[in-house]
């Protein structure tokens, strides 16, 4: 079955700092990779998704970059981080036969 | 523009009881809805999905409803357990689209289970 590895699980930032996030994926090939974000009391924003390496679409104008060096490797990226940056990072891979996806266990990422 | 909308921020319902959580959509090309249960500090995990040409389906203690002509979908869990205390995410796919496979999420229900 596929597993999705997400790290660090916590991760305290001061703003203007840079930030990587890496995802990898096992148990599949060639999925679609996601980045969401759960903001405090919010609920899942999709931020970006690639169907293929090199590949990447942003969903929503914003601080952070990402990128897909290998078919199933997903990084989340900023030059520098803002205080509203700060939420839980969850990425996502398809490749399931309930046609949803597989998550990560997250990232909690504070900027101070 | 919120395309899938979970307006119950919360529930919490008695050990027993069944549990009925709602979410509404506004686009009408979703053909796939998935229901996702989330415990603090994790990912979310499947629980169950219906596609647009069945109005229901169930899983153990779990159904799911759809009602398309009112872009409408239930999800209830009976019995209820204390163990079923999580958020709850809606969520919309239109799979005739191109292959992004891309997933829409409502805001989430917060379910608590009273003992």
């Known amino acids: 079955s596929q597993t999705i590895h997400q790290w660090p699980a916590t991760l305290v930032q001061p703003v203007g700092s840079p930030l990587s996030l890496e995802c990898t994926v096992e148990g599949t090939s060639n999925p679609n990779l996601y980045w969401y974000r759960q903001a405090a009391g919010r609920g899942l924003q999709l931020l970006f998704y690639?169907?293929?390496?090199?590949?990447i679409s942003s969903e929503v104008p914003q601080n952070l970059s990402a990128s897909r060096p290998q078919d199933r490797q997903f990084i989340l990226s900023s030059k520098k981080l803002l205080l509203s940056d700060s939420g839980f990072y969850l990425c996502a891979s398809t490749g399931e036969a309930n046609y949803g996806y597989t998550f990560g266990s997250g990232t909690r990422l504070t900027v101070v | 523009d919120q395309q899938v909308k979970q307006n119950s921020p919360s529930l919490s319902v008695q050990e027993g009881r069944i549990s009925i959580l709602n979410c509404d959509y506004t686009n009408s090309m979703f053909d796939y809805f998935l229901w996702y249960k989330k415990y603090p500090a994790e990912g979310p995990t499947f629980l169950i999905s219906?596609?647009?040409?069945?109005d229901k389906n169930e899983d153990g203690r779990f159904t799911v409803f759809l009602n398309k002509s009112a872009k409408h979908l239930s999800l209830h869990i009976v019995p209820s357990q204390p163990g079923d205390s999580a958020v709850y995410f809606c969520?919309?796919?239109?799979?005739?689209?191109?292959?992004?496979?891309?997933?829409?999420f409502g805001q989430g229900t917060t379910l608590q289970v009273k003992p």
């Open positions: 969520a919309a796919s239109n799979r005739g689209s191109s292959n992004t496979g891309k997933l829409i």
């Open positions: 219906i596609s647009s040409i069945k």
């Open positions: 690639s169907v293929g390496i090199g590949q």
